[in-house]
């Protein structure tokens, strides 16, 4: 516990929420999946199959930002 600010620190400590374009109704929609990239949930319509080191991830198509200037649209 840092004294001056009240907040925990440490390795596993992240004060920010997660980004998400989703209500919790939606969190188990099967059309819901992460970016192998930037880590954001995505409508499967946003994604894209792409191969990295391989084997095929999906990808924020046509990139992270096209994304989310997609999703922030809506």
Sequence with gaps: MNPLSGRA???GHDPQ?????LRLEDSFNPNVWTCSVCGKVRL???LHSKAIMGRQQL???PSCLGAERRANAR
Excluded: D, I, Y
């Excluded at 929420?17 to 374009?21: A, G, L, M, T």
């Design 17 to 21: 929420r997660p980004e998400s374009v």
């Design 59 to 61: 990808v924020c198509a």
């Design 44 to 46: 499967r319509e946003l």
């Design 9 to 11: 620190e440490g390795p």
